[in-house]
């Protein structure tokens, strides 16, 4: 990859990536230096060894990772190699990293603190994962969550709030239309007056 | 047709049958109940499995055909045949409908009652599926949705809503919550909606002049194309509201939510989809020319329907509610895809059809038995009921990752398809609201059954158990319909394509 990226002038990749080869050795040690080796954290804790049917498989792929890589030291791919000086430098960029995760995990010459001081701003954020996830809970909660039971309101309390209204109307309708019963037969003498006056009106009016 | 057996009226009637022996045979003998409501959905789901098997997936057009002269000087016949949609319709209520009677199962009170309502209504849901008579469709429509007012009104649940806004008022006046308001809501909405689609048809029987309901017959009428338009649109409100388009859907959550769990089931598994069939079989099997220039309007209100169902769903905090509303957002998926007048997106609406009426008929089945034993459904209670009741948890997983559209699940194939159909279409931007309703969908599915199932237990339950005995009986078959077709879609399109091809021919004109 290092020698596609020179070999395309991209000289800002290839200062990023190479910087990356000698981070990934540094932080890839830490945790083997940190994990494996020097002294218990907890003295009352008992690790033990992975059972077989994890640790076979884990050795498989330990001894792919060698063997292919082995192969293409021996047999090396056809197509750009690079100028004769980029192997040395990402080998010696990644033994780099080693040595400064050695001295700084292992025998704890250089102080992790002192490194993590002097990059203040970058540590600072990558503790707080660069607000990211942060900034996605935050959308998440405002515009989805929010939205949401916005919607969730508008349907309990207005779309379905005509539908009870027209309800509501016809209920009361009913209960003002039912005093037209009366029960006593003047009103309804009345009612038979009025409409026959009505229809008089009307064939009149139609004639 | 094999040796002259009327296989679709056996199918249709055997529900009808046991209802009848119920109701006269079993008086206060719960078991005998029970067993024939099994016997008489078995007959109908086998016979529909068989249907399936037996259907000639190389013809196109209708088979199993049946007539019987019922009213000959109006027209009116009872004719039942089914073709491909319709087949994979019958096939869907079949499985649900023996699934139901599993998932009913311990209904206390009134057990002889409740069945005897619930195979009368199936009796009108197969009806509806393979009436090719517009009248006698309708009355099997009437006999699906009317025992719904005493079902949900008797057996249902009563819940809690805080009258807010300004229309509190109605809502304290009409009594908004409980069993009694969303069994009223549901019976008076569906035959609001049924009062357009009878306008239809007898506007369709009158101006055909040709004196038939039959569907063959009419299909050969080209109708006046303004008349189409409106028709269409009166046949699209009516089944619409069946099929939950917005805004005429809030029966469906209240509907749901307070109705038992065999009428949930079938209600939003089945039901629902009566109203995309009838959009489809009648409004766009009839009336090409208005499906066509009405198309932009039921592909617009249905990607609302995708995105504002998966929004509402999300802010829910009852079980139920939630699933209600993930069906309201899944229908518009089926109108999506029927509103794209495209092969694939028609057959992914007719997929979507079979694939959400089995993933939302599990999730209340499963809803049914975590209400049962926990007797809450609110979600902000729950916690770690997967450590109690594994199998229910890997039921409800399933149905909830079919519902976002996994592969190896039925709702990818259904989603896939139609929105395929949605970019094909004229309307390509439809593509961009289906899909955000499916992100949408994975947020609210997924949240829920972390909130339920996953984390630690919650204090306010214990002694929650798993399913026992015949309540697994609903889970596995569905479970495994979900994953069956969902890895071997071509059991479904095969008999499908060949009804949808021949139904767009005819509108998207060559």
């Known amino acids: 990859m290092l020698a596609g990226v020179l070999h395309g002038h991209l000289a800002g990749p290839f200062v990023l ?38 640790a076979v498989p884990l050795w498989i792929l330990a001894g792919l990772t060698v063997g292919i890589g082995l192969r293409f030291v021996v047999h090396p791919l056809e197509g750009e190699h690079g100028p004769s000086w980029l192997a040395p430098l990402s080998l010696g960029l990644a033994a780099a990293g080693f040595v400064l995760a050695w001295a700084t995990y292992q025998v704890r010459v250089v102080s992790a603190a002192m490194l993590a001081a002097l990059f203040g701003p970058i540590d600072y954020m990558a503790r707080r994962r660069y607000g990211l996830d942060a900034l996605y809970a935050g959308l998440y909660r405002a515009f989805i969550l929010g939205f949401s039971r916005l919607v969730g309101w508008v349907d309990r309390y207005l779309v379905d709030g005509v539908l009870n209204v027209l309800s509501a109307w016809t209920l009361r309708g009913g209960d003002v239309l039912r005093r037209m019963q009366s029960g006593q037969p003047q009103d309804y003498v009345y009612g038979v007056a009025f409409g026959v006056l009505l229809l008089f009106v009307w064939a009149q009016f139609w004639r | 047709m094999t040796a002259g057996i009327p296989v679709l009226s056996l199918i249709t009637w055997a529900p009808f049958v046991g209802a009848l022996l119920i109701m006269f045979t079993a008086r206060h003998r719960p078991r005998a109940v029970r067993l024939i409501a099994a016997i008489s ?10 249907l399936y098997v037996a259907y000639d997936r190389q013809a196109s057009g209708f088979q199993f055909y049946e007539k019987l002269p019922l009213v ?13 949609m319709s087949l994979l319709m019958v096939l ?79 809502y304290r006046e009409t009594g908004v919550g409980t069993k009694e308001y969303a069994a ?27 004196g038939s309901f039959s569907f063959l017959d009419l299909e050969g009428v080209a109708f006046d194309r303004s008349l189409q338009r409106w028709v269409f649109l009166a046949f699209y409100v009516g089944f619409g509201i069946l099929a939950g388009i917005w805004p005429l859907h809030t029966w469906s959550p209240d509907g749901h939510a307070s109705a038992p769990t065999a009428v949930s089931m079938l209600h939003a598994g089945v039901l629902m989809k009566l109203g995309a069939y009838g959009v489809v079989r009648v409004g766009m099997g009839l009336l090409p020319s208005g499906a066509a220039d009405l198309a932009w ?27 209600a509303y993930s069906s309201v957002s899944h229908m518009g998926i089926v109108m999506l895809g029927a509103a794209t007048l495209t092969e694939a997106g028609l057959n992914g609406s007719v997929f979507q059809m079979f694939a959400h009426g089995v993933m939302t008929g599990l999730c209340f089945a499963l809803v049914g038995l975590v209400y049962e034993k926990a007797h809450s459904r609110e979600i902000g209670k729950m916690g770690g009921f997967g ?4 199998g229910i948890a890997t039921a409800f997983t399933v149905a909830g990752l079919s519902s976002l559209g996994l592969p190896a699940t039925a709702g990818f194939v259904a989603e896939l398809l139609t929105f395929l159909g949605a970019w094909r279409s004229p309307h390509s931007w439809w593509l961009l609201p289906a899909v955000a309703g499916t992100f949408l969908t994975a947020i609210y599915v997924l949240r829920v059954i972390k909130q339920i199932f996953w984390g630690p237990p919650s204090p306010h339950f214990a002694h929650l158990e798993d399913a026992r005995g015949p309540e697994w009986v ?35 004109a060559p």
């Open chain 2, 387 to 390: 450590r109690v009741m594994p």
């Open chain 2, 41 to 50: 959905t078995g007959v109908s789901a086998v016979l529909a499995l068989w």
């Open chain 2, 297 to 323: 309007l039921v592909g617009m209100i249905a990607c609302i329907n995708i995105v504002y169902g998966a929004l509402s769903a999300m802010a829910q905090t009852d079980l139920k509610y939630v699933i």
């Open chain 2, 92 to 170: 869907l209520t079949g499985i649900i409908i023996f699934a139901g009677v599993f998932a009913s199962w311990t209904v206390a009170s009134r057990s002889q009652e409740f069945y005897a309502l619930l195979l009368a209504l199936v009796t009108g849901v197969f009806g509806v599926f393979v009436s090719l008579d517009l009248f006698v469709l309708f009355l099997f429509y009437e006999l699906a949705v009317l025992p719904m007012y005493l079902l949900i009104g008797i057996w249902g649940s009563t819940g809690e809503v805080r009258p807010r806004g300004i229309f509190a008022w109605a």
């Open chain 1, 17 to 54: 990536l190479a910087l990356t080869a000698f981070l990934t050795a540094f932080y890839m040690f830490r945790v083997v230096f940190l994990a494996f080796f020097g002294r218990p954290h907890d003295a009352h804790a008992h690790p033990h060894e992975a059972p077989p049917l994890m």
């Open chain 2, 474 to 508: 609903a889970l596995v078959i569905l479970v495994g319909v979900i994953v069956l077709f969902g890895l071997v879609p071509g059991l479904a399109l095969g008999p499908v394509d060949t009804a949808t091809v021949p139904l767009l021919a005819r509108i998207v």
């Open chain 2, 72 to 84: 000959p000087p109006l027209g009116i016949n009872y004719e039942l045949a089914v073709d491909g």
């Open chain 2, 184 to 210: 009223m809501k549901l019976t008076l909405y569906l035959l609001f909606g049924s009062a357009f689609i009878l306008v239809g048809i007898f506007a369709l029987y009158t101006s055909s002049g040709i």
